[in-house]
């Protein structure tokens, strides 16, 4: 028998296999749908919850403090306040996002107020509901309050942030009430992934492939045998096709959008949240959550809608890009360092030789620049929407070079923001 012709018997021996539709799924564990319900609750009944997880974040003198200051607040902008200290993990209904979870809180508790939260990591964020001050959430928790001074003890020194942030709040100048409207949205909790294809799209489908399963089966092997020398060739032809173990980045456009930025950043900032926390034993454990830290305030502290033309919102997304992705880099090589970006276009990903660029000096660029001709240099040069190069636009990237003047960016950018 050819080898086509058992390819096909297989086939159809496994078909005879395949079982029906499954069964749905068993419900969602009690205390995944029902958290939001639960918190809710217990704030009708005290406006401070502290999540048995995270009970020795503060001790009774803490919540004493807490207590006066959240009365004091609340009575100066005539709402109540809200503080929840709980873990927020990527797997709960929220996937570790503090916006959504505040929004679903306020939806099932069904009271204007000023929501605070902070999770394990004793990250703090707000969102003012109906509270009559000149409040953005963007304002109500500024970049060098919103994350500890020191990673390694995250939840030492809370109830000071907290009270910090309670008086800027109550201190800010009166503004109208308003309504925010949520800019991160998350799938409805156990909706993360599709549902299952169900019997009417199976019958047909399996009675098809039965009939056709053989033909199909010829078509594929010649493929199959055929696609080493496809392949090959090429590979031949196209320089720097990637390989199956390649982990590099296509090559960044040179003058991006600020809206394929937003996407981009987003995404990558999501590849990096879903590899956190590290082990402990991960040489790259303390870069890669520098990097996080860093690149969240950034993606926190932009406008949701930026101007079109605004260079410093492109320039700071780029940079969300970049330690997001150094982030994973360095979980993913198992180093305590990642490689500098290209100087060139930093979205071209990290750089694999140092070379001339032009009258700054010799730089780290990627592969892709390190052999291209010096006036090519100037075309493949990321720039603002203005023209302008990305170098030539004054503030933390210009000082920074995104990486290539000094080793540790996320310390960089964090210091820039007034984090330590």
Not at 11 to 34: K, N
Not at 102 to 107: A, T, W
Not at 406 to 418: I, Y
Request: glycine letters at 8%; aromatic letters at 6%.
């Amino acid at each position: 028998m050819s080898a086509a012709a058992r390819l096909a018997a297989l086939l159809v021996a496994m078909l005879a296999l395949v079982p029906g539709p499954a069964a749905a799924a068993p419900g969602d564990p009690p205390h995944a749908a029902d958290r939001w319900a639960r918190v809710a609750a217990e704030l009708a009944k005290d406006p401070l919850f502290v999540d048995p997880d995270l009970a020795g974040a503060l001790d009774d003198a803490d919540r004493a403090r807490l207590r006066k200051a959240m009365a004091g607040t609340a009575r100066r902008i005539g709402v109540p306040v809200y503080v929840v200290v709980i873990p927020n993990p990527l797997g709960s209904e929220s996937q570790g996002r503090a916006e959504p979870f505040l929004f679903g809180l306020r939806e099932r508790l069904g009271r204007d107020g000023l929501y605070l939260t902070s999770n394990e990591y004793g990250r703090i964020d707000a969102v003012p509901f109906g509270v009559p001050r000149e409040l953005s959430r963007v304002q109500t928790v500024p970049s060098e309050l919103r994350l500890p001074p020191d990673y390694r003890t995250p939840l030492a020194r809370l109830t000071d942030r907290l009270n910090i942030v309670l008086g800027r709040v109550a201190a800010a100048p009166p503004g109208p009430t308003t309504t925010p409207r949520p800019v991160e949205t998350v799938a409805p909790f156990g909706q993360e992934r599709p549902p299952p294809r169900e019997a009417a799209f199976w019958a047909p489908f399996l009675t098809g492939l039965l009939v056709l399963g053989p033909l199909a089966a010829v078509v594929l092997y010649g493929l199959y045998a055929s696609f080493p020398l496809v392949a090959g060739v090429l590979r031949r032809r196209v320089p720097g096709l990637p390989g199956p173990r390649d982990r590099s980045w296509p090559k960044g456009p040179t003058r991006p959008s600020v809206r394929w930025l937003r996407a981009r950043a987003a995404e990558e900032l999501g590849r990096l949240r879903a590899l956190l926390p590290p082990g402990d034993d991960e040489p790259g454990r303390a870069y890669a959550l520098r990097a996080y830290d860093a690149a969240q305030i950034l993606f926190d502290d932009l406008d949701p809608r930026p101007a079109k033309k605004d260079a410093a919102a492109v320039l700071d997304l780029v940079g969300v890009v970049v330690l997001a992705r150094q982030g994973q880099a360095v979980l993913a090589g198992r180093t305590a360092r990642p490689a500098a970006p290209c100087f060139v276009n930093p979205l071209d990903g990290p750089s694999t030789k140092r070379r001339k660029v032009g009258a700054q000096g010799t730089r780290p660029v990627c592969a892709a620049c390190a052999t291209a001709p010096e006036p090519a240099l100037t075309r493949l040069m990321l720039t603002v929407p203005d023209g302008r190069p990305h170098h030539a636009v004054p503030g933390r990237w210009k000082r920074a070079g995104f990486g290539s003047r000094r080793p540790d960016l996320a310390s960089d950018v964090l210091e820039s923001l007034g984090v330590d």
